[in-house]
């Protein structure tokens, strides 16, 4: 918790283990999973919703381009 | 780039100017990527596969490819990262005009291929539109990823532009946090590759 208080507050960001780095990329696909069982649109619609998302942040990413 | 681009900025502004370069980066931004968004698809177009069988094949490259650079960003894998490394020139500004120069940044980082590629989420990207083939869909989506890259430089400008201490304290504190940037990219393509994958199987 004081991590992510540190992380909220741009304090400062120390890389996770190993352990939790592959518990929460777990959960994430978990999450990607579930979402289909959820998601009332069409495969086409939904994928390109997320790609889109992904774009943005692909792109948001960029700030730390040298 | 907010080194670069935002002195730029700023010197206009001292010289009593708009700051018309960062209008002309953005503009550059979005075209350079739409235009490679068009170039992939119409690529995409010439893979001899039509209807559900392609978007199934969209969906399962794609979800396999995002999981797999997930784990990469995540450092828990090694994937390879095949990049051209290309850095946009500093000498352009001090060769053109700072909108023309604008500009130029904008379209070179755009396009994204060529440079330096930051997080792994871009390589979904082109490989989405390669696979769909569907040219409208993504020109919009590879745009988005220039509207993501000017974005925060319009805002930063706006607020910080001037404030040349201020500018530099708070690139200083962008860099520490680069590995979050990348780790959270990994979050991001691990869930998006999970569900582009699952829905080929429901």
Not at chain 1, 22 to 44: F, I, M, N, Q
Not at chain 2, 37 to 55: C, F, T
Request: aromatic share 8%; net charge positive.
């Amino acid at each position: 918790l004081r991590d992510a208080a540190d992380v909220i507050t741009l304090r400062r960001y120390t890389v996770p283990s190993v352990h939790r780095r592959a518990t929460v990329v777990a959960l994430a696909a978990v999450c990607g999973c579930g979402l289909v069982l959820l998601s009332r649109s069409t495969a086409e619609v939904s994928s390109f919703v997320l790609l889109v998302i992904a774009a943005i942040v692909a792109g948001l990413s960029g700030l730390w381009s040298p | 780039m907010v080194g670069t681009m935002l002195p730029i900025g700023y010197g206009e502004r001292l010289q009593g100017r708009a700051r018309r370069s960062l209008e002309a980066y953005a503009i550059g931004s979005v075209v350079g990527a739409g235009s490679l968004g068009l170039l992939v698809s119409e690529l995409g177009g010439l893979i001899p596969v039509e209807g559900q069988d392609r978007l199934e094949l969209a969906l399962g490259v794609t979800g396999i490819v995002a999981v797999l650079y997930g784990l990469s960003d995540a450092s828990l894998v090694r994937v390879p990262r095949p990049q051209a490394g290309w850095q946009v020139p500093t000498r352009w500004y001090r060769r053109f005009r700072p909108e023309l120069t604008g500009l130029l940044y904008g379209v070179g980082l755009g396009v994204g291929l060529a440079t330096r590629i930051q997080v792994s989420t871009f390589y979904l990207l082109p490989l989405w539109c390669l696979l769909t083939g569907n040219v409208a869909w993504s020109v919009f989506t590879l745009s988005m990823f220039g509207v993501g890259r000017f974005l925060p430089l319009l805002i930063i400008g706006t607020e910080r532009g001037g404030d040349v201490q201020a500018l530099e304290s708070l690139i200083g504190k962008l860099e520490e946090f680069k590995p979050l940037v990348t780790f959270g990219n990994g979050i991001i393509l691990t869930f998006v590759g999970a569900y582009l994958f699952a829905t080929v199987w429901t």
